[in-house]
Every structure is written in structure tokens, then in C-alpha cells.
């Protein structure tokens, strides 16, 4: 049996448990490297020690000395702050699974793609935000790059073994999030806690805002975009409450091709662990009978105006991207602290859209201040509100 190694960025999240949850039950299978977290050195030590990780990591480096503490007498290496978090992404390891949340995780996935080995894509604002520049360095290193996303994980196996020039559509399926029902009069009085309650899916904060908000399906069309060279024109949404059916593939002679599953992402993790195997997961199977109904609709782009914005930047392409999504980061932490409504954060990414056009940026250096330069425009608008 092959042992592979395995570095988990994100780890404490929604998407790391999920990892970690699957590797647990294959323990013998793999060998892990390193842990990261942004500031939760407790928890990030106890699954440090659990999964014996040669060095576990806090980005944020006041959490060191308590990371340092949680793990003294351990053979577990620690260490603090950004620059030593992309350091240990760029340990040799054969997957990477990036799932920190935010642009924030651009660097170290950039450092992990590098390394030429595996990466296994969840970090979605990190693709979106660096575009070509991402996908460049993929093809320079050698990486193979795999969708963690559930869509883009559908959308992979449906590809597979296909040729992209006979793609008539791509349809990423979105479950319209727990406002798809609302009026414009509800959604302008939505509260965090509301908008944080996925109906199918059990996520973190910012992506569960996204959710409801859409923009979590804008920003997954540039990520396919990206991801699958058909053409942004090839590329369509349609709301599916059931989120049974994870996204689909039509050819030029009819065929559609989709795949189904649970509402659990450790398939689509386990398919990207696995690939192009598959693996053993404790997810229950789907039993159609029982659901009895899958459901489609059009996207309402008058509630819901992100995936309009994104269809824009997409096809504006170089920075726009980067600063959609950085406009939007602002926009949901703003709304998360009761600071903004929940109509403003679309309203927000639109203004900042309008008000600031960069250059395509032709490095990560450019792109990490292209997102800083419209973090501040996006500050502004909070300031003057
Ligand atoms: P989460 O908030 O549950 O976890 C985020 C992880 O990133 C945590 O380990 C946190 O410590 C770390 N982190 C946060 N800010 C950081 C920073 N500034 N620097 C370094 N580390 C930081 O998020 P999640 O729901 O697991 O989502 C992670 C990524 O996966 C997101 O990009 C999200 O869009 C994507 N994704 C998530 C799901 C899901 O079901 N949760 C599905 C599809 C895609
Ligand atoms: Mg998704």
C-alpha cells in the first residue's frame, strides 16, 4: 500500500474537518504534513497531535505563543504569520487540499501549485482572484489542479474522458440559498443569522452569505471559467433547490451528463482525493425515491444581481475578477458585523466595480494589490455610508 502525504490549509474549517473526517478513516493511507489555521491554535494543536502533522501552522502570529504551548513536548513543528504559512504550503507533499476561505489563501495555494504535485481546489476566491495568473503557473509547474467545489467536482468527472470543443453547456446548478423565495422587501431587512442558515448545506460563515446573496454562484462561474476552457458564453446557472444534482454537461449530440449526490461535501472532497480512483465515504447514499422531486428555474438577476456582476467582470476579465471579489469580502465581513444591510453587499461590489478599473495583473504581486487597492475602495464606500 502507498502512503501519500497529504497538507491541509484550512484545516479547522468547515471544508478541512471534512478532509480530516475521511482521512481518519483511512489513518494507515496517509502521511500528514502540514496543518494550517488563521487563529485557532487550541483546536488546530488537538488535530495536530491526532494526525501526528510534522508542522502545524497559525497565520495569524499572535496565536503563536498558544499554539507553541498547546504543543510543547509534541515532535509537532509550530510556526506564526503569513510568510511562514505559504512556507510550509510549499513543502513537497502529493495533495494539497487549499480550503482557506478568502483571498487570504491565495498565497500559500500559489505556493502549493509551485510544488508541481496535487492541489485539490476549494479556495475558490483564490481562482477567482488570480485568473491566468493561477492557471499559469499550473501549467508551468506541473500541478494537477482538481475542483473541490461541488459543482466544479461535477462538472470534472462529467468532462472526463470528453472533448472540451464538443461542450454545448456547461449548467452549474445553484440551490438559490435560504432567501431564494424572499421579496426585495425581505431580503432588505435579511440578518446575518438568517443568511448564515444554508437550507442543503452545512458551510462556513462567508461562503453561507454568499450563498444567499448568489454571488457564491457568480464567483463559481468565474471559477469555471476558468477551470473549463469552453467559453464564458458556454457557460449558464439554473437554480435547483434540492441540490441533488450537483452540475451538468450537455455535448453537441444532446447528451447531458450530470452527476448526482448527496449534499455532503465529502464526495466531491473524496473524489478529489481519490482521483481518478474512488474511495470509501460514510456519506448516505441517495435514495431518489425518498426525495421523490428535483426541481429547476431560472436565475432572478432582479433580487439576486451578483451573478449579473460576475457574468460582467468575467467578460471584462483581467483584474475585474480580483476586484469583484475583494469588494465582496469587504461587503460580507461588513454585513457579518451588523455594519451593512444585506442588499448593500451586491450594491457595494457593484460600486466598487464602477469605480475602480486596474490593469490586468501579470504576477501574484499584482494581483495581491489590485485586492488590496479595492479592499480600500471598498472601505471608502463603507466610511462615507
Ligand atoms: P471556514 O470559514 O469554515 O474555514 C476557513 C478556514 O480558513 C479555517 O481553517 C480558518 O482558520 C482559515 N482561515 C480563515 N481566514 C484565514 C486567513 N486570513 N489566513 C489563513 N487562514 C485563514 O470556510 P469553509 O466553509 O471551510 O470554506 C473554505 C473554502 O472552501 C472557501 O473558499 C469556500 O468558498 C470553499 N468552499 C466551501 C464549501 C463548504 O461546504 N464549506 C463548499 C465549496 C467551497
Ligand atoms: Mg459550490
Redesign the pocket.
Known sequence: MTVRSISI??????????TLDLIRRERDKWRVVAL?????ADE?ARLALEFSAEIAV???ESCLPELRNALAGSQVEVAGG?TA?TQAAGRGVDITV?????C??LE?TMAAIEQGGTVAL?????LVSAGEVMIAAVHRSGATLLP????HNAIFQCLHGHDVADVRWITLTASGGPFRDWSMAQLAAATPKQAVKHPN????????V?SATMM?KG?ELIEAFHLFPVGLERLRIIVHPQSVVHSMVEYRDGSTLAQLGPSD?RV?IASALAWPLRMDTPCAPLDLADIGELTFRATDEVRFPATRLARQAAQAGGAMPAVLNAANEVAVAAFLAGKISFVRIAAMADEVLGRYAPAAPTSLAEVMAVDARARLHAQDLLELA
Open positions: 490549509l484550512g484545516a479547522t474549517g468547515s471544508i478541512g474537518a471534512s494550517t489555521a488563521h487563529s485557532q488546530l497559525v497565520a495569524d503569513a504559512l487549499a480550503a482557506i476561505v478568502g487570504a489563501g500559500p476549494a479556495n475558490k476566491e483564490a473541490v467545489d461541488s459543482e448545506w452545512d458551510m462556513g460563515a462567508k461562503i453561507s454568499d457564491n464567483l461535501m466531491p
